[in-house]
């Protein structure tokens, strides 16, 4: 019945996008493709894309992409990726202690992460900012220092050597040539929520600079929450040439979080803000430092592009957590090196008197991270539980073309190459496991076609088949056993791999603006985190057969324009927009022989998000926001307990000066 409903509601979706972008056509007077050639203004920054370069992409890109602006995000709070992301279709967030986004998940990649969030690609300028083994922190991103952010869903972001199945988020830096010369902003909630930032950016002769600093602090809802962030953000460009540019980057973090920990279904309904009494004997926190530098050079002419990169970062952490003689974890130091760059060349010459355009990258990394464990007295280290070093190597090599047969329709060709390595040196040897050293090597091959239908020039239908690969983290590979033998194990892991169809439309008509996707993903071997019969965390394990399905779509709609401000010549009236996203995710284990069909848990199955926002050209602008979960969900595998319907409207209003802006948010459940 699934697969009959999954059949027609692809070609329901192909059809009604069409048949939508062609009455938009027939009321307007048709006009001819014409060819796009991304290039930076005289006056712009080559190696940082604008916003208006980004949303050309839209027309080379076959399957779900959106484009969200700082600008966007500034109506309202302006504090972490939840508020960047917001109402972006597919994409679902979430945070470890209910303050900032921590985790992050498209399409289903990595759904049961216990900490860091993998399966998805960020990137700086088209720079990798993942750890080498593919997990990442996603509050070393400092989001007052962004102009936009690329969200690419799936194959669409193969041109930047992305593997996963949840794709990538390319994100975009202010320059000194797009960024005000002074800003201030100050935002105050509840629960001692406090966020100051200040930047700047200015163009001196060939040079351009932008800087930001900024700090949060909050206590937070419940007990042992309260957390604090320093970061420090800077770019420096330097045009050798109207065609050449060279730009350094710096990112300096420092953050301090209480952990409240987990409660139990009782507990969470006798005192929801209440911490695990452990947390607190226990003093559970997690802290650390991280510094980051790269550097990108970018020759760009009408006809090619060459993008050559470099980076190096480095993060001291302290995780203390949970340790008892059944499970000695306990407190966890580490120190990480990563150690990358990329090479990207795009052509756009004809090909066979065509239309064409030629992508070929490499990007590899290297990570080095050596790791001890100790008792955990009272918040006090006590006897080292575990002592080794991991290090992960990934090589992808890829290649794309996009060849238009005719001024409208364009298929896009596209394959990786890669080798990753997986290396853990177990140096304690004493414990019940022995020696746990292991290395495994793990090669992969994803091909890709997609095709892109121009029904007129804001318009597209598209589609793509494509598969993609995910080798396992170190945090996979290695974790404490639970028991009386309590140790490091390595367990050997496989790649997830998954092939993906996807079909959708996006475009713009008269006041509407949307996005549509349907897609179906065949997942083997997918890494989940998983408990046996009795309930027992078993670490992350290789589920053989699942299946992703979903859709994507967002409507935004300006209903009203000129309403009590008049246009002018040099300014604009006011208006009011309703803006609204759905996600449908619909994951499955496939006749397992523990969970059988049951859904996998942890993420809602309809995610609906809506604004209405009246934005006032003299810097005012309210409105409410609403967040739904609209059905009850598994969280857990075994589908017994389920989450609540929740819908939660926040009301907002704000007015922005020149140098700053201020806030206040308003929130209820």
């Known amino acids: 019945m699934w697969r009959r409903w999954r059949v027609l509601a692809i070609t329901a979706v192909a059809i009604i996008g069409i048949q939508?972008?062609?009455?938009?056509?027939?009321?307007?007077?048709?006009?001819?493709?014409?060819?796009?050639?991304?290039?930076?203004?005289?006056?712009g920054s080559l190696t940082s894309v604008s916003p208006e370069e980004s949303s050309k992409q839209k027309r080379q890109v076959a399957g779900g992409f959106t484009i969200k602006s700082a600008d966007e995000m500034k109506l309202g709070r302006a504090s972490n990726f939840g508020d960047l992301l917001q109402r972006t279709p597919g994409v679902f967030l979430q945070s470890e202690n209910g303050a900032e986004v921590s985790k992050i998940s498209i399409r289903g990649s990595g759904?049961?992460?216990?900490?860091?969030?993998?399966?998805?690609?960020?990137?700086?300028?088209?720079?990798?900012?993942?750890?080498?083994?593919?997990?990442?922190?996603?509050?070393?991103?400092?989001?007052?220092?962004?102009?936009?952010?690329?969200?690419?869903?799936?194959?669409?972001?193969?041109?930047?050597?992305?593997?996963?199945?949840?794709?990538?988020?390319?994100?975009?830096?202010?320059t000194g040539y797009d960024a005000a010369p002074f800003q201030v902003r100050f935002e105050g909630g509840s629960y001692g929520f406090f966020r100051g930032d200040m930047s700047g950016g200015a163009v001196e002769g060939q040079f351009d600079e932008f800087g930001a600093i900024g700090f949060r602090a909050r206590e937070g809802f419940r007990e042992h929450s309260r957390e604090n962030t320093e970061i420090l953000f800077a770019d420096l460009g330097y045009?050798?040439?109207?065609?050449?540019?060279?730009?350094?980057?710096?990112?300096?973090?420092?953050?301090?979080?209480?952990?409240?920990?987990?409660?139990?279904?009782?507990?969470?309904?006798?005192?929801?803000?209440?911490?695990?009494?452990?947390?607190?004997?226990?003093?559970?926190?997690?802290?650390?430092?991280?510094?980051?530098?790269?550097?990108?050079?970018?020759?760009?002419?009408?006809?090619?592009?060459?993008?050559?990169?470099?980076?190096?970062?480095?993060?001291?952490?302290?995780?203390?957590?949970?340790?008892?003689?059944?499970?000695?974890e306990g407190i966890e130091m580490f120190y990480s090196d990563n150690f990358g760059g990329n090479l990207n060349f795009v052509s756009r010459h004809e090909l066979f008197g065509r239309r064409n355009m030629l992508t070929i990258g490499l990007s590899p990394q290297y990570e080095d991270e050596p790791t001890q464990n100790y008792e955990n007295i009272f918040g006090h280290t006590g006897a080292t539980t575990a002592r080794g070093i991991g290090s992960s190597i990934n090589v992808p090599a890829y290649l794309e073309d996009q060849l238009y047969l005719t001024p409208r329709l364009s298929i896009l060709v596209g394959a990786q190459a890669i080798f990753t390595e997986r290396h853990f040196i177990d140096e304690f040897l004493t414990d019940a496991a022995g020696n746990q050293s292991n290395r495994q090597n793990f090669w992969g091959f994803n091909p890709k076609l997609g095709a892109i239908y121009e029904i007129n020039r804001k318009t597209q239908a598209f589609m793509n088949?494509?598969?993609?690969?995910?080798?396992?983290?170190?945090?996979?590979?290695?974790?404490?056993?639970?028991?009386?033998?309590?140790?490091?194990?390595?367990?050997?892991?496989?790649?997830?791999?998954?092939?993906?169809?996807?079909?959708?439309?996006?475009?713009?008509?008269?006041?509407?603006?949307?996005?549509?996707?349907?897609?179906?993903?065949?997942?083997?071997?997918?890494?989940?985190?998983?408990?046996?019969?009795?309930?027992?965390?078993?670490?992350?394990?290789?589920?053989?057969?699942?299946?992703?399905?979903?859709?994507?779509?967002?409507l935004e709609v300006e209903l009203l324009r000129e309403i009590l401000v008049p246009k002018q010549l040099?300014?604009?009236?006011?208006?009011?927009?309703?803006?609204?996203?759905?996600?449908?995710?619909?994951?499955?284990?496939?006749?397992?022989?523990?969970?059988?069909?049951?859904?996998?848990?942890?993420?809602?199955?309809?995610?609906?998000?809506?604004?209405?926002?009246?934005?006032?050209?003299?810097?005012?602008?309210?409105?409410?926001?609403?967040?739904?979960?609209?059905?009850?969900?598994?969280?857990?595998?075994?589908?017994?307990?389920?989450?609540?319907?929740?819908?939660?409207?926040?009301?907002v209003r704000d007015f922005d000066g020149p140098t700053g802006s201020q806030s206040l948010s308003i929130a209820g459940t």
Not at 36 to 43: G, L, S, W
Not at 141 to 168: I, M
Not at 280 to 309: C, F, M, N, P
Not at 518 to 541: C, K, M, P, Q
């Open 111 to 174: 759904i049961t992460s216990e900490d860091e969030p993998l399966g998805v690609m960020f990137l700086l300028d088209g720079l990798n900012f993942n750890q080498g083994d593919g997990e990442s922190v996603l509050e070393d991103f400092d989001v007052a220092a962004l102009s936009h952010a690329e969200v690419f869903r799936g194959a669409d972001a193969l041109k930047y050597g992305a593997l996963t199945l949840g794709g990538a988020i390319n994100l975009v830096p202010f």
């Open 20 to 43: 939508i972008a062609q009455a938009a056509e027939t009321s307007n007077n048709p006009a001819e493709t014409e060819e796009v050639t991304v290039t930076a203004e005289a006056n």
């Open 239 to 328: 045009k050798l040439s109207d065609q050449v540019e060279n730009r350094f980057y710096l990112t300096l973090d420092r953050t301090n979080r209480n952990l409240p920990g987990g409660l139990t279904k009782s507990g969470m309904e006798d005192d929801p803000s209440q911490a695990n009494p452990l947390a607190i004997a226990q003093d559970w926190i997690k802290e650390w430092s991280y510094v980051h530098l790269a550097d990108k050079l970018t020759i760009r002419t009408d006809e090619i592009q060459i993008d050559v990169g470099a980076f190096w970062f480095h993060r001291d952490l302290e995780n203390r957590g949970f340790f008892s003689p059944g499970f000695r």
């Open 465 to 554: 088949v494509s598969r993609s690969w995910q080798p396992p983290s170190l945090d996979n590979l290695v974790d404490f056993t639970q028991g009386p033998n309590s140790s490091v194990v390595y367990t050997p892991l496989s790649p997830q791999h998954a092939w993906t169809i996807e079909v959708g439309t996006r475009g713009e008509y008269s006041r509407f603006q949307w996005e549509l996707s349907l897609y179906r993903s065949w997942v083997r071997n997918e890494l989940l985190e998983l408990n046996d019969a009795f309930g027992n965390d078993i670490g992350t394990r290789n589920v053989p057969r699942t299946n992703h399905q979903g859709i994507e779509a967002s």
């Open 570 to 651: 040099n300014r604009s009236g006011d208006r009011l927009s309703f803006d609204q996203s759905y996600t449908l995710n619909d994951f499955h284990f496939d006749q397992n022989s523990v969970y059988g069909d049951n859904r996998i848990a942890g993420i809602p199955i309809h995610v609906y998000q809506a604004q209405l926002l009246y934005e006032s050209p003299l810097g005012f602008y309210a409105g409410p926001n609403l967040q739904c979960n609209l059905s009850r969900y598994p969280v857990d595998e075994a589908n017994t307990l389920s989450g609540i319907v929740m819908c939660c409207l926040v009301s």
